[in-house]
């Protein structure tokens, strides 16, 4: 057997297997597990973990129209975005992409797919926003199907959702029917802007009121309805960035009943609570929903450990700490929501629930890489380490301590939340399809290594 390269000598862990043992690569797949594999490269893994590349679904490298005339503008775009993605372990991203006005949906995917192809260092899947769900958009699904395009994104955050609900019904039902997977941001519109602008009448705009402007009763009211909705078009369901303890048991409730529908967590609703928005900048916390109580804490971490939560995901949405900050800004106008996570979310996660949790290595790539791939249709080309499967591997150093320092880090966002915390275990070199894009604290690939990763149908059980 021809092989091209060998990752030799680490411990190998999937969800189906820990051991040490070699893999051996030839075009960018895996061909090989064994011992003694030889080749003309040979990458030592001795005494690391060998790790399947973490799948993150959830992120925001292109910049979209605002109703205002206005445009919402990341600090990251693909290159520095994906960039981001490869230093911290992760090898596929699923990033959402807004059509311009007036824009159709696969025209849009179109030019970010080629965007993407041109920047990115990582795989990636596209999510389009169905901002004005006509019916020409809502036609438009099944034709994105047949070209490979198999997620779209929907607010029930936004005003709009609740004009045209009876059309996002029928966006819901297309999807069922074509095997689109919706993600779906719940919190209720109507609860956010008639408390924010109650508490904006009161005097009441700072940063210390963000919570209340936006509870855990609205996330709990938007996940309801999103279930409910989904029931009545016959189309599964994925929930992005669930905080709150109420959205959990309302999920726990739909999946008690056998319906379909999976949810995402994400650091900010993990490590903290909503006295951080007290602080002096405590601007810089916000994100859609807001951090939560102690007892949302419990339920994240519950959740992810039960199975009741599927995936850990990033929302990687980053900006310059002096927009966030900007003395403009309050609960009556918006905060700008959103932080830059992708240099942090696996090693962050790692030192939180392997070595202060307990948790396997196993359980922990199942909530950052296979669950993610068997929902969305990827596996087991991707989110496992498997002959016949794509080379995307991490290799993983669990004894290296680093503290977060955001000046050295890939994305462009100028801060972190968790700048200056120490977390061990650390990726040390990260590969995409048999190619290492980053090795020992530096990129080593060119931009234009990612490609759009061909997903099938997204799944339709609980059990994927």
Request: proline residues 5%; negative net charge; glycine residues 8%.
């Amino acid at each position: 057997m021809n092989i091209e390269t060998v990752v030799k000598g680490g411990r190998v862990v999937t969800p189906a297997m820990d051991a040490v043992t070699d893999i051996g690569i030839t075009d960018g797949r895996v061909v090989a597990m064994g011992p003694d594999l030889t080749a003309p490269e040979i990458i030592d893994a001795s005494g690391k973990v060998v790790l399947p590349g973490g799948i993150d679904m959830h992120v925001h490298l292109s910049d979209s129209p605002l109703p205002t005339g206005q445009r919402m503008k990341w600090a990251d775009d693909f290159v520095a975005g994906s960039r981001a993605a490869a230093a911290g372990g992760i090898t596929t991203i699923g990033n959402m992409s807004y059509a311009e006005t007036n824009e159709p949906l696969l025209d849009a995917l179109r030019r970010h797919d080629a965007e993407a192809s041109d920047d990115s260092v990582v795989d990636y899947l596209l999510h389009v926003v169905v901002a004005d769900p006509t019916p020409e958009a809502i036609a438009e699904i099944g034709k994105m199907h047949l070209e490979g395009f198999n997620t779209i994104k929907l607010f029930l955050s936004r005003p709009y959702f609740e004009k045209h609900a009876e059309e996002y019904l029928e966006v819901l039902r297309q999807a069922g029917r074509s095997g689109v997977l919706p993600l779906i941001h719940c919190e209720d519109s109507a609860i956010c802007l008639h408390l924010s602008g109650k508490l904006h009448a009161d005097g009441c705009s700072s940063a210390k009121y963000y919570g209340d402007s936006r509870p855990d009763f609205a996330e709990e009211t938007a996940v309801v309805r999103a279930l409910g909705l989904a029931r009545a078009a016959d189309c599964p369901i994925y929930i992005v960035h669930v905080s709150s303890k109420e959205g959990i048991e309302a999920i726990q409730r739909s999946r008690l009943r056998g319906w379909p529908v999976y949810a995402e967590t994400r650091p900010l609703y993990l490590y903290q609570t909503d006295d951080v928005y007290s602080d002096e900048d405590g601007a810089k916390w916000v994100g859609r929903p807001p951090v939560r109580h102690d007892k949302d804490v419990t339920s994240m971490w519950s959740g992810l450990e039960s199975g009741m939560i599927d995936t850990y995901c990033s929302d990687h949405a980053p900006w310059k700490l002096s927009e966030k900050l900007d003395p403009s800004l309050n609960v009556g106008n918006s905060f700008l929501a959103g932080h830059a996570d992708l240099d942090t979310l696996l090693p962050q996660f790692w030192d939180h629930a392997i070595r202060r949790r307990g948790w396997s290595i196993q359980r922990f790539v199942e909530v950052t890489s296979t669950n993610a791939a068997r929902i969305f249709g990827l596996f087991p080309q991707k989110g496992t380490i498997a002959v016949g499967s794509d080379a995307d591997l991490v290799i993983w150093d669990p004894e290296l301590v680093r503290s977060i320092d955001s000046s050295t880090w890939q994305s462009n966002s100028d801060f972190s939340l968790y700048e200056g915390e120490t977390f061990t275990g650390w990726p040390i070199l990260t590969m995409v399809r048999g190619t290492v894009v980053y090795r020992d604290g530096k990129i080593v690939t060119e931009s234009g290594h990612g490609r759009r990763a061909i997903a099938g149908t997204p799944a339709r059980t609980g059990a994927y």
